[in-house]
């Protein structure tokens, strides 16, 4: 499962031109399923990213998690991560979660963050979405949890 992180001061999800997710301060997260993940891996990666400290404490340093500014997370599902770009000039797909089994996945992602942290909006799960964001630094980290 991989993780890209973006710490934002604002971001937003679009579907058919209406906002579904939006939050100010936080962390903008783009979630890719690959085809081994499950539920054990999700846990892992979301504890991880409510934990990772990308903030700025009083003294400029990167000391501070998510929760501890209590910002927003907008977990939005890009099976494009999984991507498999080493060979070629076309992405393979072929480590990507089918998409019958991931949206469950996705959708109970959605569950365990919303009951481990009081701020959290959504994209849709396969729609077109228009993201938009300000990344401020601009900070981003992917972060990888591997089953097993």
């Not at 991989?2 to 903008?28: D, F, H, M, Y």
């Not at 701020?119 to 938009?132: E, L, P, R, Y």
């Amino acid at each position: 499962m991989k993780a890209l992180l973006q710490r934002v001061s604002t971001a937003s999800v679009e579907v058919e031109g209406k906002v579904v997710g939006e939050i100010g301060q936080g962390l903008l997260v783009l979630l890719g399923l690959d085809r081994d993940d499950n539920e054990e891996v999700a846990r892992r990666l979301l504890e991880k990213l409510l934990n990772y400290r990308v903030f700025s404490d009083s003294d400029g340093r990167m000391n501070c998690s998510v929760r501890d500014v209590d910002g927003g997370v907008l977990l939005v599902s890009q099976f494009t991560l999984s991507a498999a770009t080493d060979k070629g000039l076309r992405p393979s797909f072929t480590s990507a979660m089918a998409p019958g089994e991931a949206e469950p996945l996705y959708l109970r992602c959605c569950e365990i963050l919303r009951a481990s942290h009081e701020h959290v909006a959504t994209g849709i799960f396969a729609a077109d979405m228009q993201v938009s964001l300000v990344n401020d630094g601009p900070v981003s980290f992917l972060l990888e949890v591997n089953p097993g």
